[in-house]
Structures are given as C-alpha cells and as structure tokens.
C-alpha cells in the first residue's frame, strides 16, 4: 500500500532553522515534492526530488534517502510568513503515476 | 496571465442537489485532476485526466463525476450520492500527463463547498 507521515504540527522562532520530515512506504517510488499551503488557498510547489541528496533553493532545503523512504524540508532564517502547511506527496508509477498527499505539517513561526 | 481558474470561490446547496464546480486552466497541459481536502486531512484525489476525452477514477470517486471535452477544461459534479460532500475542492494540471518524469502540479484557487 502506500502512506506517508509527517508531524501535524510545529513551532519555531522567526530567524530560527526548522526542519519538517517525511516518511513514506510506496511500491512504485517516482519522485517527491513539496508543497506549501496558506490557510484557505491553493498549495504551491517548493521542491521535488527523485535522486538521493539535498536539493537547495534559497531560503528551502530539501532531503531524499530512497533507501530510507525519508525526506525533509528544511526552512532557513525563519519568517511570519512562512506559517503555513507544508505537503508532502509522492509519485508513485503503479496505478497510473498518481501523487499521493500526506495530510501535512501545520508550521507556526512565533517572533 | 496564465493560470488555472476555479469558481465560484464559496458555494452552497441544499442537500440531495446535484452541483457542478468549474475548473479552467490556460496553460496547455494535458493532465488535470480533482482533489478534496477535509481539516486536517491531505489532499485525495477524485479524478484525474491525462487526455481529452480520457479520464480515471481516483481514490474516491463514488458520489462524483467528471468530463474533459476540452484541454482547457474539467469541471466536477457532486451529485445526491455524494454522502459528505461539505469540503475544500482543488483542481490542478500538470504540463506532460501523468507518464512525464516531472510533474509538478499546478494549483486553482479551490471551491469551498457547503451543503446545507
């Protein structure tokens, strides 16, 4: 079968580093992305891995260990605004390539 | 400016009516899907489609309906059968279809549906 899991929720300083992680068990492993979701709006893409390693993009990291079904997104010098939810999915090839959603980690950035 | 468009932003209905959600995209990709998100829930998928006149059932798909006669279209319905239909609806396209190697999916705006 296929699931992902990921913390419901978490807190940290503006300025600080925090890091979300994500597991996931999928028979057809075919990429995994991240999304970030303000309250009541669209989810927007982040980042997307398929090869084992550290994708950076500015202030968001993001980690694949395929061996460990294991990825994390990792947020830099923290800011209000990034206090949203943030997706985990991945794309699995048996069934059809579709992209399965984990149920998301609440980020909350206090100053 | 290209996009994909949902409307309306906020609808209501009275139990037992059918409802038909819109979804518009102008960015020329072939793949477009249909989510629900529930609070505190991810996002399922309803249907998706790869190709015009061509879509499949998603992970739960009892109660709606899809039509793709158009690229740049595909509206949802939520019939009677549908048992819980209140939720947050998002439709997203995708460049390549669903075999491309990357697939980074575009999101509407959503649909808050409420049946009263």
Redesign the interface.
């Known amino acids: 079968g296929q699931n992902?899991d990921q913390p419901?929720e978490m807190t940290a300083t503006e300025g600080a580093i925090v890091q979300i992680n994500c597991t996931y068990q999928t028979s057809g492993f075919?990429?995994l992305?991240w999304y970030q979701q303000h309250a009541?709006?669209?989810?927007?893409?982040l980042s997307?891995n398929?090869l084992d390693g550290l994708e950076e993009k500015g202030r968001f990291s993001s980690f694949l260990s395929r061996s460990k079904g294991y990825s994390y997104l990792l947020l830099k010098e923290l800011q209000m605004k990034d206090s949203a939810s943030y997706?985990c999915?991945v794309?699995d090839r048996t069934g059809?390539?579709?992209?399965?959603?984990?149920?998301?980690t609440r980020l909350f950035v206090k100053a | 400016d290209g996009g994909i468009t949902q409307s309306p932003k906020y609808l209501f209905r009275k139990e037992g009516q059918n409802v038909t959600l819109s979804c518009e995209q102008n960015l020329n990709h072939d793949a477009m899907y249909w989510?629900r998100q529930d609070p505190?829930?991810?996002?399922?998928?309803i249907y998706?489609s790869q190709i015009v006149n061509d879509f499949?059932k998603?992970d739960i798909a009892e109660g709606y309906s899809v039509s793709r006669e158009k690229k740049e279209s595909f509206p949802l319905t939520v019939t009677s059968a549908q048992k819980n239909p209140t939720a947050?609806y998002?439709c997203a396209s995708s460049p390549g279809g669903?075999?491309s190697?990357?697939?980074?999916?575009?999101?509407?705006?959503?649909t808050?549906l409420t049946v009263l």
């Open positions: 992902i419901t075919n990429g992305f009541g709006e669209a989810p927007t893409f997307y398929v997706l999915a794309r059809g390539f579709k992209t399965i959603f984990g149920a998301g | 989510y505190g829930q991810g996002l399922r998928l998706y499949q998603g947050f998002l669903a075999l190697s990357y697939n980074e999916q575009f999101f509407g705006p959503g808050r």
